[in-house]
T-cell receptor
């Protein structure tokens, strides 16, 4: 049973470009969470999605960031017009339900903005 | 707003010694989680603590929860080098988790 998969694992973008981060949850999981980790910091919640729905995006910056989890395919975190401050590790987690079950984390995408 | 504080943030200890990492949180919450992260890696789930007085042990690690004090501890017994990593506590029920800043543990021979 494959775990949470994320790709790419490393992504380099120049300022102003777009970054697309993909997350495939564990088999059978329909709840996806995105977190951002700055160097030497803990993870900060960004957004929580179920299939085709955004449930909570309270941690998402209001501009340039968007997320989706379509009926078919992986969840996508999209960052438009990236800036140096977007450089971070972005982790996706999934859970079977939203009843406080353990969230299982993917390997992360390390984004570097030059 | 839920806040989670861990201490210490850095811990250097010798093999064979015992130590405790503390995790305080500001508001009542359903569950408390402990995760381990190795450098450049993802987070590995260690423990989920659900109720007051809960205690869980795995190898040299033991976690406990006091919901009245809003405090969880992660106790390390007879540390070995393989335990070197960053340990995070996280609090939450459904939906989002709020993480502490992590405790970077280094176990020296």
């Amino acid at each position: 049973n494959a775990g949470v998969m994320q790709n790419p694992r490393h992504l380099v973008r120049r300022r102003g470009q777009e970054a697309r981060l993909r997350c495939s949850p564990m088999k059978g999981h329909s709840h996806v969470y995105w977190y951002r980790q700055l160097p030497e910091e803990g993870l900060k919640f960004m957004v929580y999605l179920q299939k085709e729905n955004i449930i909570d995006e309270s941690g998402m910056p209001k501009e340039r960031f968007s997320a989706e989890f379509p009926k078919e395919g992986p969840s996508i975190l999209r960052i438009q017009q990236v800036v140096r401050g977007d450089s971070a590790a972005y982790f996706c987690a999934s859970s079977f339900t939203d009843s406080g079950e353990t969230q299982y984390f993917g390997p992360g995408t390390r984004l570097l903005v030059l | 707003e839920l806040k989670v504080e861990q201490n210490p943030l850095f811990l250097s200890m010798q093999e064979g010694k015992n130590y405790t990492i503390y995790c305080n949180y500001s508001t009542t919450s359903d569950r408390l989680y402990w995760y381990r992260q190795d450098p450049g890696k993802s987070l590995e789930s260690l423990f989920v603590l659900l109720s007051n007085g809960a205690v869980k042990q795995e190898g040299r690690l033991m976690a406990s929860l006091d919901t009245k004090a809003r405090l969880s501890t992660l106790h390390i017994t007879a540390a070995v080098h393989d335990l070197s990593a960053t340990y995070f506590c996280a609090v939450g029920g459904s939906e989002k988790l709020v993480f502490g800043k992590g405790t970077k543990l280094t176990v020296n021979p």
